[in-house]
């Protein structure tokens, strides 16, 4: 399996050395987003309950996390401890706020419930996806014309159905969508830079097969 890389700022946590005692192969790295990447799909940012007050207060947490779902396809928030000086009300409706956009969230104990998190996810990923099981569930047709716009937006790289939603709310119907822009992409909420570069080329080159045939 490949090795779990991990953010600088993450040595004094100790939780890379328990990593590495637990036999997991792992190594520092600049990550641009994230404190750990366990694989090529897979982050995983750390937050402490007072850094999660902090990020929260001055926004910076629903920075990050959008930064994180533009660049991994699987976004994992692992929040140690209790979250301290700020109402519970408040932490909650944001950590619920980052659920709705598709990231995934762990609340562990403490240091060592957070390694033994990260070496389960590591461990899975190096399996890698598990056979199906049972006859696919096959779709009944619809005549929903908004329901099929969003399932053809959720089946484009990195579009959660939340966000296929957030698409069609703001451009009003799915021809809009493709005819936007990266400017006019990224001023939909959970659109980032890099998932907005991604889709309006995506788009071009689309336009282009069409102009074509």
Known sequence: MAAVLFDHGEV????PAALDAA?????????????????????????????????IKDRRLFEQIDRLR????????????KPVHIAEASWKGALARVLTTGVSLLQTTDRADSAAWLE???????????EPRGLPRIRRPTDDLHQVAGDV??????ISTVTAGRLLEHFGSLAAVFAADERELRAVAGIGPVRSARLARLFHHSRKLSACC
């Open 153 to 158: 937006l959720s089946c484009l790289p990195g």
């Open 70 to 81: 533009d660049a991994y396809a699987s976004v994992v928030l692992i929040v140690e401890g």
């Open 12 to 15: 004094r946590s100790g939780i």
């Open 120 to 130: 389960r996810l590591h461990r899975l990923e190096g399996k890698g996806p598990s």
């Open 23 to 55: 036999g997991l192969e792992v190594a520092p790295a600049r990550l641009p987003a994230g404190d750990y990447l366990v694989s090529d799909r897979l982050v995983v940012e750390r937050k402490t309950g007072a850094d999660l007050a902090a990020s």
